[in-house]
């Protein structure tokens, strides 16, 4: 009988415990995550316009909104959706945004590399080789 008593015990616990008073208010930003998903899965598809539609669309006055992994990652897609598309000089405007932010990584650093060398901008590539040196001894 004693092994039952911790049992019954806990699910008296459980059953006296208060339910959770208001549940969390809806996401003033739902919108925006949802086609920052949608972007991604499409470039996953390999709809690269469909992944620009929704990305450019993103863009809105509630982009600043996001967090900055959002953006970074929205600017990311954005990048390499346009470069597949042939924009070139719209994917490093893109990639230099995002390389702008916190969560830059080596990864952005290169594709913004490549994209400078591409586009023949020395200054940016120049520029970008910089940072990658610096961001490689952090």
Do not use: W
Not at 12 to 39: F, I, N
Not at 40 to 66: C, K, M, N, T, V
């Amino acid at each position: 009988m004693r092994i039952c008593l911790p049992a019954l015990a806990l699910l008296c616990a459980c059953a006296t415990a208060k339910p959770a008073s208001q549940p969390l208010p809806p996401d003033p930003l739902a919108a925006e995550r949802q086609a920052l998903r949608d972007a991604h899965f499409a470039i996953a598809r390999q709809d690269y316009a469909g992944a620009s539609r929704l990305l450019i669309a993103s863009e809105g006055p509630r982009f600043e909104r996001l967090s900055t992994a959002e953006q970074h990652d929205a600017l990311f897609d954005a990048a390499f959706a346009t470069k597949e598309l042939g924009k070139g000089r719209e994917s490093l405007e893109y990639i230099f945004r995002a390389c702008q932010l916190p969560e830059r990584t080596l990864e952005d650093l290169d594709f913004r590399l490549e994209l400078a060398l591409d586009l023949n901008e020395t200054d940016n590539a120049v520029d970008t080789l910089t940072a990658i040196a610096r961001q490689g001894t952090v």
